[in-house]
């Protein structure tokens, strides 16, 4: 097996691992968030037009928070990736590597108020701090994407 072979091997397999990080916390975020994607943003999309003509708008803030910290980790990681290929950096995926592993620790580690596996306060700032979280770090995946695929 040639380099080639070996370092196309290597690409699916962090795709593999990439993807399965982002389905599991996009599960958890569903879950424990009370029904926001923090790692597929269409579903968020959809609940925000839903959100838009229904009564109450404050519901839409839920998922707005979601796909806005999502969109942000993007432009930021992005910026830095493009930044870090001018000054000729290598290791650059390295570092968003370890900023979306912080960003999921800081989330494991949170404990508001839960009943059920559920936040209990679903306009609380700890909610929106979660869902945050868990939104810049898939964000963060997304935008050093096109750079892994090289």
Request: with cysteine; hydrophobic share 50%; aromatic share 8%.
């Amino acid at each position: 097996m040639g380099s080639r072979e070996i370092e196309a091997a290597v690409k699916l397999g962090i795709a593999f691992l990439l993807t399965s990080v982002g389905g599991y916390v996009d599960a958890v975020g569903y879950i424990a968030l009370f029904q926001i994607f923090t790692a597929n943003m269409s579903g968020n999309s959809i609940q925000i037009g839903m959100g838009l003509g229904h009564p109450n708008r404050l519901d839409v803030l839920r998922p707005l928070c979601a796909v806005s910290s999502y969109v942000f980790a993007m432009i930021l990681t992005r910026i830095a990736v493009g930044a870090a290929g001018r000054a000729r950096l290598r290791r650059i995926a390295s570092f968003t590597f370890g900023a979306e592993a912080l960003l999921l620790l800081v989330f494991s580690q949170a404990t508001p108020a839960m009943h059920f596996g559920q936040i209990v306060d679903l306009r609380s700032p700890a909610y929106f701090g979660s869902v945050s979280l868990l939104a810049l770090a898939m964000g963060s995946k997304l935008g050093r994407s096109r750079k892994l695929a090289r």
